[in-house]
């Protein structure tokens, strides 16, 4: 069976990068751009970065900022509808995972309408052509939606998120410019921060990876585990690291998927609306001591990567506890939680459960698990 690795045409890295979109809008011959962004960007001036980029070039734009931080099929919808009167031929997306998942959904759904109700984008939909063009600014340095093949939409009336894999929706275009990321608070660079780094370790482990993916995905934990901390501190080379590190692992777990922590989360998300990479922070330890039998010598070039010393030393379990220890003391160290007893309710733990099972990540988990597994799970936490 061949292994697929699917990347943006073109990425841009580095501070001052957002001055590469006019080459890119005037090389490629777009004319109109829709701008996705949401309202907190626009509030505090970060999405104006972009557009006074775009202004100063004389390139049209229409700005649509109807997005929420778990952007839902109502938001997609209407996005569509924007899209259609504003008369533009491609996208920038400016934000988290959030407008980048918009600005995903609305572009396939423009050139697949028969996808309009949104629902059916859920898992691996058959659409025929790719999404209009997307040209991806990240904001934060987690999701790494701006190199990914996937989004998660929520879906309010049923209380879950659902996500859409599908390699016609990766944007043409990643510009990934740590000056974008430097006004993110303290908390959300630690929430995200923690998100790439479950990125990372659950794409390091799960069932699909192979020798790229893992290349890419050890590389992602290094850098991570030596920059979050300055990022929270918001230093330059903090912010840059984790700009960075972010996108590598994006660039393997996008092409070999995740695992029970991204499941047990989008649960999360959709029921107490919780960040998802809070959310994330609070599951990957205890997740990972669930799945340690089922990760071969994974956990020790996982330790290494942390800057764990002596792992050749070590025994099996004592090197798979120094992973998870090391996991727990970045986490501690960003302000994380450390458990979820602030944010679920015992009677919840059947649904939760049972959504996180049904969720597109679980199959590439490590270990096989079940429902009762994923709820002892959410009680250990509690």
């Given amino acids: 069976m061949a292994s697929r690795i699917v990347l943006n045409e073109t990425s841009y890295h580095g501070a001052g990068a957002i001055q590469e979109i006019v080459t890119e809008v005037k090389n490629r011959g777009f004319s109109k751009a829709f701008v996705c962004s949401d309202p907190d960007l626009v509030k505090f001036g970060v999405s104006a970065k972009v557009t006074n980029v775009l202004q100063e070039a004389g390139l049209a734009y229409e700005l649509y900022s109807n997005i929420k931080p778990n952007p839902t099929i109502e938001n997609v919808q209407t996005g569509v509808a924007a899209f259609r009167a504003s008369g533009a031929d491609y996208i920038i997306a400016i934000g988290g995972g959030s407008s980048m998942d918009t600005a995903k959904a609305v572009g396939i759904i423009i050139a697949n309408p028969e996808f309009e ?6 898992g691996v939909a058959p659409t025929k052509n790719p999404c209009v063009p997307i040209i991806a600014v990240p904001t934060t340095a987690g999701t790494a939606a701006e190199v990914t093949i996937n989004y998660v939409i929520t879906d309010v009336e049923k209380k879950r998120k659902f996500v859409c894999v599908d390699v016609h929706d990766i944007p043409v275009v990643a510009i990934i410019d740590p000056e974008m990321m430097s006004t993110m608070p303290k908390g959300l660079t630690a929430a995200t921060g923690m998100d790439a780094l479950t990125h990372a370790i659950e794409g390091y482990t799960t069932k699909a990876a192979w020798e790229m993916t893992d290349m890419f995905h050890l590389k992602a934990i290094e850098i991570i585990s030596r920059s979050l901390r300055g990022a929270v501190a918001n230093t330059p080379e903090g912010r840059e690291g984790m700009a960075l590190g972010q996108y590598v692992a994006g660039m393997g777990f996008s092409n070999v998927g995740l695992g029970i922590v991204h499941s047990m989360a989008h ?28 990760t071969g010598d994974k956990y020790k070039y996982i330790a290494q990567a942390m800057g764990v010393e002596g792992t050749e030393q070590m025994s099996v379990e004592e090197y798979r506890k120094a992973a998870v ?3 727990k003391k970045l986490s501690a160290d960003v302000g994380i939680p450390a ?6 309710k015992e009677e919840d733990i059947p649904f939760l459960a049972e959504s996180a099972y049904a969720d597109a990540c679980r199959p590439g988990n490590p270990k096989d698990t079940c429902v009762e597994d994923i709820m002892a799970l959410y009680r250990s936490l509690m």
């Fill in 325 to 327: 220890d090391a996991v």
């Fill in 267 to 294: 649960s999360l998300g959709a029921v107490y609306d919780t960040p998802h990479g809070v959310a994330n922070a609070i599951l990957l330890p205890t997740v990972m001591e669930y799945n340690a039998e089922a």
């Fill in 339 to 344: 458990d979820l007893k602030a944010i679920v």
């Fill in 117 to 122: 109700d949104v629902r059916s984008l859920e």
